[in-house]
C-alpha cells in the first residue's frame, strides 16, 4: 500500500507540483486575472482618445473581460504545466519522479480543479473589486454586491414561486471541471497542436453524439413531452439530467487521465 499512496511522499510531490505550476503557468494566470483592468484601461484611453473624456459605460467590456479570461485559462493552463510530459526529456523526469502514479495523478487533480481555480478567481475578483473601490461610477459595482441577492447554489424565479432552483454554482464547478480535464488529457496524450486536436474531438464527439441522437430520437416529440409535465417538473428533470450527464463526463475523463498517466513511456 506505501508503494500506492504515502501522505508523507504526496506532501512534498504536491508542494514541488504546485511550484512547478507557478513557474510554467503562474505569470499567465496573473495576466488572465488583471483582464479586467487590462480592459478597463485600453477602452478608458480609446474613450479619452476619440471622444475626449473617460467613459461612464463599461459594462460590456468588464462582463466580456471576466468571461474570457477563465476560457484563456481552461485552454492554456494544462498545456503549460503539465503539456511538457508528453516530450522524451521531460516525460522521463515525471517518470523518475519520487512519487507513484497514484500520488502523480491526486496532485494533478488538486492543482487544476481546486488550486489554480481558488488562485485564479482570488486576483480575479480582488482585481474587480479594487476597480469598483477606485472607480465607482466608471466601472460599477462589485461583483459580491451583484450576487449579494441571488443564491447561486439555488436560484430560484419569481414564476414559481421560488418553489424550484436551478443550482448555478454545481453546473459553474461542473464545467471548469470537465473542460479543465478534457484539455489536460489533450495536453497529456498528444505532442503537438494540443489545444486544437483536442477542440477537433470535442467537435468530433458532438458530431457523432448529435448524429445517435438523431437516430434514437427523431421521431420523439420533445416538445409534447415538455407540454405534459408542469414547468415545475420540467425544470426539475432538466437539472437532474444536466447534472447527470456532466457527472458522467467528469467520471469518464477522470478514468482516461489515470489510465493515460500509467502508460506514458519515454
Avoid at 487533480?109 to 480575479?124: D, I, Q
Avoid at 447561486?152 to 453546473?171: A, D, K, M, R, W
Avoid at 471548469?176 to 480535464?181: A, D, H, Q, R, T
Avoid at 447534472?243 to 500509467?262: M, P, Y
Amino acid at each position: 500500500m506505501n508503494k500506492v499512496f504515502n501522505f508523507k511522499r504526496f506532501g512534498k510531490y504536491f508542494v514541488y507540483d504546485i511550484r512547478n505550476a507557478w513557474n510554467n503557468f503562474g505569470l499567465s494566470m496573473l495576466v488572465c486575472a488583471l483582464l479586467p483592468l487590462l480592459c478597463f484601461a485600453v477602452a478608458q484611453l480609446f474613450s479619452l482618445i476619440i471622444n475626449g473624456v473617460f467613459s461612464e459605460h463599461l459594462e460590456v467590456s468588464r462582463w466580456m473581460a471576466i468571461c474570457i479570461a477563465p476560457v484563456v485559462v481552461i485552454l492554456t493552463a494544462p498545456n503549460k504545466i503539465y503539456g511538457k510530459i508528453t516530450r522524451n526529456r521531460e516525460g522521463s523526469d515525471f517518470i523518475l519522479l519520487p512519487a507513484s502514479v497514484t500520488e502523480k495523478y491526486v496532485s494533478m487533480l488538486l492543482t487544476l480543479c481546486v488550486v489554480l481555480p481558488f488562485a485564479f478567481l482570488f486576483v480575479l475578483f480582488a482585481c474587480d473589486s479594487l476597480l469598483c473601490l477606485l472607480f465607482p461610477l466608471k466601472y460599477g459595482s462589485t461583483i459580491f454586491s451583484m450576487l449579494s441577492c441571488h443564491n447561486l447554489f439555488n436560484l430560484t424565479f419569481p414564476e414559481f414561486s421560488g418553489e424550484i432552483g436551478i443550482n448555478v454554482g454545481l453546473y459553474l464547478i461542473q464545467v471548469w471541471v470537465i473542460y479543465i480535464l478534457a484539455f489536460n488529457l489533450g495536453a497529456i496524450f498528444f505532442k503537438k497542436a494540443k489545444v486544437a486536436k483536442t477542440i477537433l474531438v470535442f467537435i468530433g464527439i458532438g458530431i457523432v453524439l448529435s448524429m445517435i441522437s438523431a437516430i434514437f430520437f427523431g421521431s420523439f416529440d420533445v416538445q409534447d413531452f415538455i407540454e405534459t409535465m408542469s414547468p415545475m417538473r420540467s425544470l426539475d428533470l432538466l437539472n437532474n439530467f444536466i447534472a447527470g450527464c456532466a457527472s458522467v463526463e467528469i467520471i469518464v475523463l477522470l478514468v482516461l487521465t489515470f489510465l493515460r498517466l500509467k502508460t506514458i513511456k519515454h
